[in-house]
DNA sequence: AATGAATGAGAGTTCATTCAT
DNA sequence: GATGAATGAACTCTCATTCAT
C-alpha cells in the first residue's frame, strides 16, 4: 500500500517534471516558429522522445498550446506589476514602475509571446482574454489603484483614474511597443529604458497634476 | 498595329481585373485564417478557378502574400493621416485627427490585417518595415510636423516633437487597440471614438500646454 | 491565283523556317535536361512565342521529341561514316576512319543524344531502332564493305566481315564512349583521339592480318 | 535491458526488411519508368503502404534513387567479375571471364539499370561515378591483372595491360551491348553469349600472342 | 508509460494541353 | 497563325494523429 502510493507519488513527480519539460521545449518552438508553423514532430525530437510520448501528455497540438498560454501567463506576464510602489513623488513613483512594465514588455520573449497571442487570439478570443486577465489587466488596475490613493493625497487630479491608468500605460510604451512588435527595432538597453519611463511619468504629471485655482 | 495594341490593353486591362479580384479573396482568406492556416486551394476555390491560374498571377504563396501586404498597405493604411489639418484651436486639430486615427485603427479589416502583420514580422521583419513605413511612419511624421507648427505658434512646448507625436498617438489608442488586437472588444461606435479622441487630445495639450512662467 | 500561291510558298517557307527553330531550342533543352525534366513552357520561353504556337507547330511534347530524335539522326549522327576511304595501307584507312568515328562519337552533343536516346529506348523500342538504322548501322556496314575489299584484296583474312567490322568498333571506343556516357571523362582532345584510333587500327590489323602459313 | 535490446533488434530487423521491401520495388519502378517518370505515389501504392510511410524511410525521390543505385551498384554489379580465373590457356580463361561478363552485362535488369545510370549520369556526374567504380573499374583492372600475370609467363606480349585490359571488354561487348541498351535485340542466349566470348577471346590473343622474331 | 512505424489527408507547386480572342 | 489565360491532374513532400508492441 505504502509502496504504491510512493510509486504514484514518484510517478507523478516524474510525470510533472516530464510536462515541464515539454512546456519549455514548446515555448521556445512555439516562440520561434509561431503557431502553425510549429511542428509535433519537431517538438517531440527537441524533447528527445517519441511523438507518441507527447501525445500522452497532451491530446493535441492545439491542447499543447493552450498549455503554453496558460503557462506564460502564469509564470511571466504577472510579475511586472508585482513590486511595491514606495516612495513619495508620484513621479518617481510611476516612473519605476514604467520601468518594469517595459522591461518585461519590450524583452525577446515577451514580443514573440505576444505575437503569437496576437495572432491566435483572431481565430480564438479566449486566447485574447486569458492573456489580457493574466497580466494587463492586473497592472492597469493597479496602477489605478496607486492613482486613487494619489488623488487621494491630493497629488492627482483625475476625474477616471482607470482610464488615467490606461494613458499612462499608452504614454509608457509609446513608440517603443508598436516598433519592437513589427520587429523593427531591437530590444532597447535598460538606459533608454529608463530615460522613456521617467519621461512618461513626467509627461503624464505634468497632464494630471492638480491645477491651482 | 492599332489592333495589336488594343488587343494587349483589353488583355491587360482583363489581366488587371482578375488581379485585383485575386488580392480580394487573398484579403479575406489571409485575415481569416492568417498567413499559415491558408491555403492556396481555398483562395482558388474561392475565386472560382483553378490553383493553376492562381499561380499564372501569383507565381508563390509567399508572393501573394507579399501583394496583399502591400497592396493593403497602399489602400488602406495611408489614407488614415491624408485628411489636412484645419482650424485654430490645438484640441479640436488634434482631436480631430485622433478620431480618424482611431477610426482607421479599429476597424475589423485593419485589427485582422495588424494581427497578420505582426504574426508574420517575427519571421521575416521586412513585412513589418514595410508595413511600417507604408503607414504608422507617415502618420507620426504628419503628427510631429503640425506640432512644430503649433509651437512656432506659441501653442505648445515641447523639446522633441517626434517623441510627443508618438506619445500622442501612444494616448490616443491607450486601452482600445490593445483590447481589439486581443480580439476582447468589438469595434467601438463612433461617439466611443469621438470622445476617446477629444480625451486624448485634451490630456496631451494639459501636459504640452505653455507654463505661464 | 498566282498570288494565292505565292502566299502559299511563303507561308510554308516561313512555317518551315518556324519549324527549324523550334528544333533547334528543342535540341539544346532536351541535351541539358532530359526528356521528362524538359518542360513545354521552358522551350516556348526560350522560342519568344507562346507555348500555343508551339502546339500549332507539333501536337504534344511526344511528338516534338520524336521530331527532334528524327532530327538529329538525318543531320548528325550520318556524317561520321560519310567521308571516302583512301590510301592503300589498311592500318592508315581504319585508323582515319576510326578517329572520324571517335570524333563524332565523343562530342558533347553526341552524349547527350545517345544518353537522351537510350532513356527513351527502353520505354519505346522504336525510337533506339530509329537512332540505330540512321547511323551505327550504316557505319558498321560501311566498314564490313570495306573489310570485303580487303580481304578482296588479300590484305585481311576474316570469315565474317560484319563481326569482325563489329569488333574494330568496340575496340576503338573501348574503354571511351563508356566514360563519356558516364560523365566520367571531358571530351578527349583531337590528340588523345587520333592515338586511340591508330592504337585500334593496329591491334585490329594484328588479329586480322593473314597469317604466313 | 535485454529486453529493451531485443526489441530494438526486433524493430530494426522489421525496419530491416521493410526497407529491403521498398528497394526492391523502387528498382522494379525506376527500371520500368526511369528517374523522372516513376512517381512517389506509385512506389508507394506499389508497396501496398502509404506514402507517409515511404517518406519515413527514404527522406526524398532523391535519397530513394540514390539508395537504389548504391544497392544495385553492391549486390549486381559487382559479381560480374568474382569468380576466379583458374585454367592454363589464355583463350580459355579469357573466354569464360568474357562469358560472365557479358550474361551479367546483358540481362534485362543489367540493361534497364543501365540506360537509368547513363540517363541520370548527364545531369549529376555522380551517379556515373559511383557506378562505374562499383563494378566495370574492378572489371577492368581485373582483367589487367591477369594480363599481367600471362605476360609474366610469357603468353602474352603488351606494352599496357590497362589498355589491353579495355580493348578485351571493347570487343566482347562490341555490337551486343549497344543493341541490347538501345532495345533493338531481345536477351542473347546462353549459347549465343558462350560463342560471342569465345570469339572474342581468340580475336583478341590473335593480336597479343608474342611473335615469334 | 514509452516507443516509433504507419497513416492519409492535404499542402504548395508544376505542367502538358486547350481554347477564346 | 499567334497568343496567353485557364485548366486540372499529378507531383513531391509534410504533419497531426493513432496504435501495436
Redesign the pocket.
Known amino acids: 500500500m505504502v509502496k504504491s502510493l510512493m510509486n504514484e507519488k514518484r ?1 507523478s513527480v ?2 510533472g517534471a ?1 510536462r515541464e519539460a515539454i512546456l519549455g521545449i514548446a515555448r521556445e518552438v512555439f516562440s520561434a516558429e509561431g503557431y502553425a ?6 517538438i517531440a525530437s527537441r524533447l528527445g ?5 507527447l ?3 497532451f ?4 491542447e499543447l498550446f493552450a498549455a503554453h498560454v496558460q503557462d506564460q501567463c502564469e509564470c511571466r506576464v504577472a510579475e511586472a506589476f508585482a513590486p511595491p510602489l514606495v516612495g513619495d513623488d508620484p513621479v518617481d513613483i510611476l516612473a519605476g514602475l514604467a520601468e518594469r512594465v517595459l522591461t518585461a514588455l519590450l524583452a525577446d520573449e515577451a514580443t514573440a509571446f505576444y505575437s503569437l497571442i496576437v495572432s491566435e487570439a483572431q481565430r480564438n478570443p479566449s486566447v485574447g482574454q486569458a492573456f489580457y486577465e493574466s497580466g494587463p489587466s492586473k497592472g492597469i488596475r493597479r496602477v489605478a489603484d496607486y492613482l486613487e490613493s494619489a488623488q487621494a493625497k491630493g497629488q492627482i487630479a483625475s476625474d477616471d483614474c482607470v482610464m488615467a491608468a490606461e494613458e499612462f500605460l499608452g504614454l509608457v510604451q509609446s513608440g517603443l511597443h508598436f516598433k519592437r512588435v513589427l520587429n523593427i527595432i531591437p530590444q532597447p538597453s535598460a538606459d533608454e529604458i529608463r530615460a522613456k519611463a521617467r519621461r512618461a511619468a513626467e509627461t503624464f504629471m505634468r497632464a494630471y497634476a492638480p491645477r491651482p485655482s
Chains 1, 2, 3, 4 share one sequence.
Open positions: 510517478l516524474a510525470r516530464r508553423a510549429a511542428s509535433m514532430s519537431h522522445g517519441s511523438k507518441g510520448t501525445y500522452n501528455y491530446k493535441s497540438k492545439e
